[in-house]
């Protein structure tokens, strides 16, 4: 069964940083392409980073030059380093596949506020 377990999430002040961590099983995770979604209170879930093997990588243009996504084939883990954070990124955030499959983790929730 997939499974996806989320960490990292908090609270922090506007310009701050956090890394999230995504443990993945299931599946094989070497071949696919996965992602790190987020859904804010009253709006749908929407895809801000993706990547493709271990260097190809896209980004939502609300979070280009302040998220990065990384993956560890090895262990089966993506990761999201997040800079410059901004409250509009307050959100429960998800790791998946692109597309994403029906079975979702808890997420971990984020919060940025003063």
């Known amino acids: 069964q997939v499974q996806f377990v989320e960490s990292g999430g908090g609270l922090v002040q506007p310009g701050g940083s956090l890394r999230l961590s995504c443990a993945a099983s299931g599946m094989i995770f070497s071949i696919r392409v996965m992602g790190w979604y987020r859904q804010a209170p009253g709006k749908q879930r929407e895809l801000v980073a993706s990547m493709r093997g271990s260097s190809s990588t896209n980004y939502a243009e609300s979070v280009k030059g302040r998220f990065t996504i990384s993956r560890d084939i090895n262990k089966n883990t993506v990761s999201l380093q997040m800079d410059s954070l901004k409250p509009e990124d307050t959100a429960v955030y998800y790791c998946?596949?692109?597309?994403?499959?029906?079975?979702w983790g808890q997420g971990t929730q984020v919060t940025v506020a003063s």
């Open positions: 998946n596949t692109v597309p994403y499959q029906d079975y």
